[in-house]
């Protein structure tokens, strides 16, 4: 190899590490929110991420109630409301503990108040501290089961619906799913 394609080669490298570690942080939440917002199930039901702030660990979601996700009452369709809450607070964790964890959705419950006859809405937050119990807790290799509780609540913030989710928590290197993470994040490890 010749020395100038020795050193196109190591530009190249320094390159792709700049743009992980510069433009990849900052751009990640916009992509994931992108994605979201473009996902087909998404797109039928009307489901909307409003809000994906990893620094915070926020997330919110909106959907309007319309013709394509009406139930047969003319009320928001139970289905649509549970998955508009499903993957975030699984999405949440992996983005913030990072490559060294495992997480997935392993449960969920859905309690149904009162009828959603107009957009609802739901914020999901994860706190400094919920990540440093998570963390103490998976230190030894231990699996993990937190559960989250979600309200969806309609356009007056009358709760419509609450689900709960059960997350499962693990450190890879004590995890049999050794390829788990998050497509979006895995693109750009390629770059």
């Known amino acids: 190899m010749s020395l100038l394609n020795k050193t196109l080669t190591a530009l190249q490298e320094h390159l792709k590490n700049q743009v992980k570690s510069t433009l990849l942080p900052p751009l990640l939440p ?52 549970y998955s508009m809450v499903d993957p975030f607070y699984m999405l949440l964790l992996m983005q913030m503990l990072g490559d060294d964890y495992v997480v997935w959705d392993k449960a969920a419950h859905i309690n149904f108040v009162a009828p959603g006859k107009s957009t609802v809405t739901a914020s999901m937050h994860l706190s400094k501290q919920e990540l440093a119990t998570v963390k103490e807790l998976a230190k030894n290799g231990d699996a993990v089961f937190r559960d989250y509780e979600i309200d969806i609540v309609d356009s007056q913030s009358k709760i419509v619906a609450t689900v709960t989710k059960t997350v499962y928590i693990r450190r890879r290197q004590f995890s049999g799913s050794k390829a788990q993470g998050s497509r979006i994040s895995k693109r750009f490890k390629d770059v």
């Not at 473009?38 to 489901?47: D, F, K, Q, R």
């Not at 702030?53 to 959907?63: H, K, P």
């Open 30 to 81: 916009k992509l994931i929110k992108w994605r979201i917002n473009t996902y087909a199930p998404y797109l039928g039901a009307g489901v909307k991420m409003v809000e994906f702030d990893l620094e915070r660990g926020r997330c919110s979601v909106a959907m309007p109630l319309t013709a394509l996700n009406k139930n047969v009452v003319g009320t928001q369709f139970g289905g649509s409301l």
